[in-house]
């Protein structure tokens, strides 16, 4: 089993910064693939970004792509989102999530079903 614990939320104004953290405990091994959602009150989960834990390519939803950066640390087993420029609409409950399936295609990982595990999930908070 393998648990994931996100950390970094918080509330901000618009235009400020944030970093999520994403610790991965248990039997972690090698996962394919970890990676951001978020979700807003009555709206459906959404994809945010991925990474590939080996390689390290990375997936981004278009409306944060220069706003936003994943990253990982193998040896901690730990998963980050910088958030830059934050804006009202970036408000959401974000999730990590972990994937052990094998995907050649990249955009596979934009999909919720791709996962196997997911966190409780961290507030993020953005005043206009």
């Known amino acids: 089993q393998v648990q994931l614990v996100e950390s970094g939320g918080g509330l901000v104004q618009a235009g400020d910064s944030l970093r999520l953290s994403c610790a991965a405990s248990?039997?972690?091994?090698?996962?394919?693939?970890m990676g951001w959602f978020r979700q807003a009150p009555g709206k459906e989960r959404e994809f945010v970004a991925a990474?590939?834990?080996?390689?390290?390519?990375?997936y981004y939803r278009d409306s944060v792509k220069g706003r936003y950066t994943i990253s990982r640390d193998n040896a901690k087993n730990t998963m980050y989102l910088q958030m830059n420029s934050l804006k009202p609409e970036d408000a959401a409950v974000y999730y990590c999530?972990?994937?052990?399936?094998?995907?050649?295609?990249?955009?596979?990982?934009?999909?919720?079903?791709?996962?196997?595990?997911w966190g409780q999930g961290t507030q993020v908070t953005v005043s206009s």
């Open positions: 990474i590939r834990w080996s390689g390290g390519n990375t």
């Open positions: 999530a972990l994937s052990e399936k094998g995907y050649n295609a990249g955009s596979l990982y934009r999909r919720t079903v791709a996962y196997d595990y």
């Open positions: 248990g039997r972690t091994a090698s996962p394919s693939a």
